[in-house]
């Protein structure tokens, strides 16, 4: 569909006046006497609709053009706003840690799964010392990615979970990119909920001084 | 009775029982894979070259696994069902020829256990018989499903019964005897003799009647997965349900059978090239048994009875008068 047409959508929401493929399905009286009703079974009878359906069926087999993906072998591309298991970023500029250990993703997260617990470092900085999530109470929702103010904590690609137990806890190093995939300069950023959405340079305003 | 009869009938009853019960896993293979390709899916493929091997697979599966009879069953009952079945299935193919005459070692095969003068008469009455498979194992079973599933298979049999027997009774008229030999002997001229040409109505209405008979969609309500789970098979489990569902398959190739042998001129003259043909048309039929699955709904049990009361009974019997008629 054309952009100016998915947007008139938006304006006019009833379809009938745009687009002309719906109709109204012609539903004809149904037969009251006897006559009709006989009438009405020879021609369902008769009208080969059953041939249809066969040929139908057939002409796939003879296509055979199926969308199988056979699945531990193949898989379905996912999209980069995925929400899979969690990951922690660096900074790209010195490879540390992003996570400032502010605690927004513990306190916003809706089944509670986040626990975080923080000291200071000797140069005074907050340093996380423990950082776990429950992913058999994470419900992807997302909020924590969101929410994080350092673009720390994103979710991944990692959508094949098995666990023996319910309370599977990740822990703050298994999430965090390795150094040497960051050193390789190859970790990916997180398209999806509070990422920095693309031409955000062009698009910010600037604040007025007297705010 | 000579011995040699004797054993003769034996081995010919031990082969028959193998090649079908082999043949009715192996059905079971081509029916997921034709459906599949049907519905763009691609079926087994994992076990064995082309998942052939899925077929052995299930047969461990159903041989090991463990046999449960449920509380509250009518235990004697629950557990002879299956078998009423699965023996009523193999009994009916008593009277079938599977291929014409050959010799063997010169030795002269006939490869039909017994040719009987009511052989067609055996065979649906044997196959009537079948019903009693789900009808008791649906009854004993204690659950309201398979109760509902034995109902409803007592009236689709019973009423199936009738169309089956009106519509092959006007084929039985014109060829005077009820051995299918004889019917075959009757279209042993070739094509042009085929009673199909002669009888087209009692040829569609008896196939529409084999799906009731078999059980398969779109009259498939007597194990109707979406309605009542799997019907009278629902508490079955192991090898009880599996002696069910040989009896399904094996009943499917039966019937297939039947058709082309009245209706399709089956070995035709016997030659070699008579019994390809045969083959040929059973697999035919038993192609079109899950060509309709994949293709057409199911039917509501008040249109099923519908169609075999108000439209297949009244053509059937008016095409015995019409056949009647032009005889006499
Ligand atoms: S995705 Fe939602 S539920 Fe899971 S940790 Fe983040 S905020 Fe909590
Ligand atoms: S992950 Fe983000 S939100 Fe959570 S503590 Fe670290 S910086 Fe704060």
Redesign the pocket.
């Known amino acids: 569909m054309h952009n100016e047409q998915i947007e008139e959508h938006f304006k006019n929401r009833n379809v009938t006046e745009i687009d002309s493929n719906y109709y109204m399905v012609d539903i004809a009286p149904y037969p009251t006497d006897g006559w009709g009703k006989f009438k009405r079974v020879l021609k369902r009878s008769f009208r080969g609709e059953l041939f249809v359906g066969l040929w139908v069926v057939l002409r796939e087999m003879i296509k055979f053009d199926t969308h199988t993906i056979k699945y531990p072998e193949e898989k379905m591309p996912i999209g980069p706003r995925y929400?899979a298991v969690?990951e922690m970023k660096r900074l790209w500029e010195s490879d540390t840690e992003r996570c400032i250990g502010c605690g927004l993703?513990e306190k916003?997260?809706?089944?509670n799964?986040?626990r975080i617990d923080t000291k200071l470092d000797e140069n005074s900085r907050k340093e996380v010392t423990e950082y776990s999530?429950n992913l058999g109470r994470?419900?992807?929702?997302?909020?924590?990615?969101e929410v994080c103010p350092e673009l720390a904590i994103t979710h991944g690609g990692e959508y094949e979970n098995a666990s023996d137990q319910r309370e599977h806890y990740i822990m703050y190093q298994d999430m965090l990119t390795p150094l040497d995939k960051m050193k390789a300069g190859t970790q990916l950023e997180f398209e999806g909920f509070g990422a920095v959405t693309p031409h955000e340079d062009e698009r910010v305003k600037k604040t007025p001084l007297a705010y | 009775m000579e011995t040699a009869y004797l054993i003769e009938t034996v081995i010919k009853i031990v082969v028959i029982l193998l090649i079908f019960s082999a043949l009715a896993g192996i059905g079971t293979y081509f029916e997921r894979k034709v459906l599949a390709f049907m519905q763009r899916r691609l079926g087994p493929v994992n076990v064995g070259p082309f998942g052939l091997l899925q077929v052995a697979a299930d047969g461990i599966k159903l041989f090991t696994k463990e046999d449960i009879v449920p509380k509250n069953v009518v235990g004697r009952i629950f557990k002879i069902a299956p078998v009423i079945t699965a023996a009523t299935a193999f009994m009916a193919a008593a009277a079938i020829p599977f291929l014409p005459s050959f010799t063997l070692f010169g030795y002269e095969v006939h490869p039909i256990v017994a040719d009987i003068n009511i052989g067609i008469l055996y065979i649906l009455g044997v196959m009537g018989i079948g019903l009693y498979g789900p009808l008791l194992g649906g009854m004993a079973s204690a659950n309201k499903f398979s109760l509902l599933s034995a109902a409803r298979g007592a009236a689709i049999f019973i009423s199936y019964e009738v169309i089956t027997g009106l519509s092959i009774l006007a084929p039985i008229m014109m060829v005077g005897s009820l051995s299918l030999i004889d019917f075959n002997e009757y279209q042993a001229g070739g094509i042009t003799d085929w009673i199909v040409w002669s009888q087209p109505v009692a040829f569609i209405l008896f196939w529409i009647a084999a799906f009731a008979e078999t059980g398969r969609t779109p009259f498939h309500l007597i194990a109707n997965d979406h309605e009542i789970i799997d019907g009278f098979g629902t508490e079955y489990s192991g090898m009880r349900w599996g002696l069910f569902f040989i009896g399904e398959y094996a009943n499917m190739f039966f019937i297939s059978f039947v058709m082309a042998l009245i209706f399709l001129g089956g070995y035709g003259d016997g030659s070699f090239l008579g019994a390809l043909g045969l083959l040929a048309k059973v697999a035919f039929f038993f192609f079109f048994f899950l060509w309709t699955r994949a293709a057409w709904p199911d039917v509501r049990p008040d249109q099923l009875m519908w169609l075999c009361w108000k439209v297949l009974m009244p053509i059937a019997v008016i095409n015995i008068v019409i056949t009647g008629i032009v005889m006499m």
């Open positions: 929400r969690h993703c916003i997260c809706i089944s799964c986040i999530i994470c419900i992807f929702c997302g909020y924590c990615a």
